[in-house]
């Protein structure tokens, strides 16, 4: 992946992407809004899979609203 561009930092003050794979639920909502406001700007965030887009079979009960 290094030599495509690609590092994986250990903090997110040095990312310019947030990879979020799975779904999110309440009690990992402000730890991801945590690290979503540490990084440095221009800031994305990429989902990744139906879980982490939808909520996946966890369905919406699940899931972190608004």
Avoid at 7 to 23: E, K, N, Q
Avoid at 32 to 60: N, Q
């Amino acid at each position: 992946m290094h030599r495509l561009g690609f590092f994986i930092t250990p903090t997110p003050r040095t990312a310019d992407i947030l990879l979020v794979a799975g779904p999110v639920s309440d009690a990992m909502r402000i730890p991801l809004v945590k690290a979503y406001e540490a990084m440095p700007t221009p800031k994305r965030v990429m989902a990744i899979g139906a879980c982490a887009i939808s909520g996946g079979v966890f369905g919406p009960g699940f899931m972190a609203s608004g």
